[in-house]
């Protein structure tokens, strides 16, 4: 994840205080694990966990048998995901530069990674993260649609780097998109990739790309 923004100067996260904030949600006996879930319906072999934190999504997605890679700038939140996690591959990067020289089924960034760019970055952000996708995997984002950044330009950020939207929900339990709603998870795959990676479970509503293969 870049390093986070308030008020347009970057703020970079402690790592052992931000896991502390999901420990507290798990011994109230809440799951947090919902982008896991999500991510695991496609069946996936590899992850890239893009904009990692302490790892809390590729931790449970390592768990489950699934070859993850863990990548954010912030060295304080990669410290805790090391220490949480150290038989994962966590990388100390800028995912707008990143180039790691392989593809995955899933490329995922579930915690409001755009946001979290820096404007002038967020093309680039699609672009590399993009070229991590296996030709017949998925793109996968989730963030908040009230902060500045919307689906508009996430789309449009997404076509330029060669993917289509295939899916859209509201949450990452695949509650229905509709308009006005203040959070989207988008699933993108490259416009030539025909019948790629799909739900295991194929989910009921939301809202499904409509555009051609090309």
Do not use: K
């Amino acid at each position: 994840m870049h390093e986070r923004e308030r008020a347009g100067r970057p703020t970079a996260f402690d790592g052992e205080t931000y896991q502390a904030r999901f420990d507290a949600l798990v011994d109230q006996g809440v799951d947090v694990h919902g982008e896991a879930t999500f991510v695991l319906s496609f069946g996936p072999r590899s992850v890239l966990d893009a904009g990692c934190g302490t790892g809390r999504v590729a931790i449970e997605l390592a768990r489950q048998g699934v070859e993850v890679v863990g990548v954010d700038v912030d060295s304080s939140m990669l410290a805790e995901a090391r220490r949480r996690g150290p038989g994962i591959g966590w990388v100390e990067a800028d995912l707008a530069a990143l180039e790691l020289g392989r593809a995955f089924n899933v490329v995922v960034l579930a915690g409001n990674v755009p946001i979290f760019c820096p404007p002038s970055s967020r093309v680039a952000l699609v672009r590399s993260c993009a070229a991590h996708v296996a030709p017949t995997g998925v793109l996968v984002a989730g963030f908040q649609l009230d902060r500045g950044y919307g689906l508009d330009e996430w789309d449009e950020a997404c076509a330029a780097a060669g993917l289509q939207l295939d899916q859209r929900w509201s949450a990452w339990d695949r509650e229905p998109f509709e308009p006005g709603r203040e959070y989207a998870v988008s699933v993108h795959r490259h416009r030539a990739a025909g019948a790629g990676l799909r739900p295991l479970s194929p989910p009921t509503g939301g809202q499904r790309s409509t555009a051609p293969s090309s």
